[in-house]
Each structure stands twice: as C-alpha cells, then as structure tokens.
C-alpha cells in the first residue's frame, strides 16, 4: 500500500535552513508535491516535480527552496533556504494516485498525502 512519511521538520531562526524529505513506498515513478498549513489558513502548494524532472515553484518560495526527487530510493525533498517567519507551517508531501496522473496545484489531483512535519521561523 503506498505511504508517504515526511521528515526534517523543526524550528530555526529567521534566515536558516531545512532540508525536508519525504520516503515513499508502495509506488514509484510519479510526479510529487509539496504542499503547507499555517493554522487558519488553506493548505497551499509550495513546489512540484514532475515525472521527467521539471519542477514548479509558488511565487513565495521561488529562489529560496529547491525541490528534487531521488528516483532510486523514492525519496522526495524539499531544501528551504532564507526561511522567513510566513514560511511557518506544517508541510506535507503529496502524489496522485497513477503515475500517469498530473500534478499541480490543486490539493483534489493527490490522493496520497504524508503525515506532515511542522517548519517554525522565528527571530
């Protein structure tokens, strides 16, 4: 059965970094995201990589995080630099369910979602 599980999360000051990663197991091959949750607020998606390696980024994390996937351990990460205190939230990864599915920006195109890890920014 195909499972996410994320980790890397923590708490670190403003301008830091984190490295997230993500193992999936069960599956291989398709297109992930990664999506976050500040309290109160929708889940938003923060970066995807499609099947043949192009990724996407949101216009608030562009040129700070970079998303990459390692397609032999079916590990997906998220390396977020220059972290600012909005960046605080609970990330999640994300995948739809076939590997011919497309993946953007709509939380309703993934059907297999992590557990999440909690990111806080703070002075």
């Known amino acids: 059965q195909a499972r996410l599980e994320e980790s890397g999360g923590g708490s670190v000051q403003i301008g830091g970094s984190l490295r997230l990663s993500c193992a999936a197991e069960g599956y291989s091959n398709f297109c992930m995201a990664w999506f976050r949750q500040a309290p109160g607020n929708k889940r938003e998606g923060v970066a995807l990589?499609?099947?043949?390696?192009?990724?996407t980024y949101a216009d608030s994390v562009k040129g700070r995080f970079t998303i990459s996937k390692d397609n032999v351990t079916n590990t997906l990460y998220l390396q977020m630099n220059s972290l600012k205190p909005e960046d605080t939230a609970m990330y999640y990864c994300?995948?739809?369910?076939?590997?011919?599915?497309?993946?953007?920006?709509?939380?309703?195109?993934?059907?297999?979602w992590g557990q999440g890890t909690q990111v806080t920014v703070s002075s």
């Open positions: 994300a995948a739809p369910p076939s590997s011919w599915s497309v993946c953007n920006w709509d939380i309703t195109a993934y059907t297999i």
């Open positions: 990589v499609l099947r043949r390696g192009s990724t």
